[in-house]
Every structure is written in C-alpha cells, then in structure tokens.
C-alpha cells in the first residue's frame, strides 16, 4: 500500500501513516487506535483534521462513528477528517476495514464485541463538549455535527443493522430526519 502524497508529511509505521492524533508507547512506536487527548482537544478547537493535522472547511467535514455515538446525537470523540484523508483511512485502518474486532490493542475492552461496522458522518462543521475520563486521565470530548449531511454505513460485506428501536431513537435524535444512506465512500474491498 502506498502512503498517498497528500499524507507524505506525516511520519509512517512501514506503509502506514501515522495519524497526528496517534499515541506513543514507550518505544516511540505508534499506539495506533489510541489517541492524545491533548491533540484532540486542540486539533477540535483550531479545526484541524485527526488524520493529517491541516486545517478543516466547512461542508468538507467527516467522522469515522459507531451506532452507539449516534444514537447519543454526536459522531464519536475524535477530531473530523478532509473527505480525502477519511477516504485514505477506509482504505488503511484495519479497524475501519473491518478486520480487527480489538479496539485500543485490548482484548477485554468493551467496544472489542461491537460489531464491525462503521458510520461515515458527513456534515457542514461541528461543535464540541470537552469531558475528563476520570482523575489523572486525559482530557477528552463528544463530538457533535452540525449541518448534517448523510450518514454512510461502511464495514464488512454483512452490514451491522441496526434495530427497530434503535432506528427511532437515531430518527428522533436527528430531528425527525433518518439519513442512513447507501454506501459512498469506499468501504471494504472497494
């Protein structure tokens, strides 16, 4: 895999690049799925992308979410990403692929028995609540769109449905409207 051009200025792991947002181990290497909390919040509150670290555009904004944020109204707790960088991720994240069920390098973390299946927000810009996970632990944030646009579902070939009562719930929590659309971006395999 190659690291697109647009992405060069990052430093790599092999044929990956390394997200501004990433974490460190103690190594130096990178803790890919787990992210600063400093970087966060400051890349939220200057408008710049979680992947390549350049400033955002309205109407150019897109978050990597899963069902659960959704349906809490907010596209997750991470900074937004260019179409293109969002694009690169889908491509080379093996979570986004689909083909890690371990979030975060934890076996036991919660999330490791979602199923994999992704929801691409697209929107005009965002606003965000800064929350602290606990005491001595970085600072972190919920996310939430503004001006939304579509919801792309991307993951495995066997889409994650959501249930009846979770279809409503995302309804009434996006003011009436239920943008579930068709995939667009590309997703696994694609």
């Given at each position: 895999m190659t690291i697109p051009e647009f992405l060069a200025h990052l430093p790599a792991s092999g044929d990956l690049p390394i997200p501004v947002i990433t974490s460190r181990k103690d190594t130096g290497a990178p803790a890919f799925g787990s992210v600063r909390g400093d970087v966060v919040l400051h890349l939220l509150q200057t408008g710049g992308c979680g992947v390549c670290g350049r400033p955002l555009e309205?109407?150019?904004?897109?978050?990597?979410?899963?069902?659960?944020?959704?349906?809490?109204g907010r596209a997750g707790s991470e900074p937004a990403m260019h179409r293109a960088c969002c694009e690169a991720s889908l491509r080379m994240?093996?979570?986004?692929?689909?083909?890690?069920?371990?979030?975060r390098g934890y076996e036991n973390h919660p999330d490791?028995?979602?199923?994999?299946?992704?929801?691409?927000?697209?929107?005009?810009?965002?606003?965000?609540?800064e929350v602290l996970a606990g005491p001595g632990q970085p600072a972190g944030a919920f996310v939430y769109p503004t001006g939304l646009a579509?919801?792309?579902?991307?993951?495995?070939?066997?889409?994650?449905?959501?249930?009846?009562?979770?279809?409503?719930?995302?309804h009434a929590t996006l003011g009436g409207r239920y943008p579930i659309l068709p995939p667009a971006l590309p997703g696994p395999g694609q």
């Open positions: 309205r109407g150019d904004i897109h978050f990597a979410s899963r069902i659960y944020d959704l349906l809490q994240c093996p979570m986004l692929r689909g083909e890690r069920r371990t979030y490791a028995q979602e199923p994999l299946w992704w929801y691409i927000v697209a929107c005009d810009w965002y606003t965000f609540e579509a919801i792309t579902p991307v993951g495995p070939a066997e889409p994650y449905l959501i249930t009846g009562d979770e279809a409503a719930q995302l």
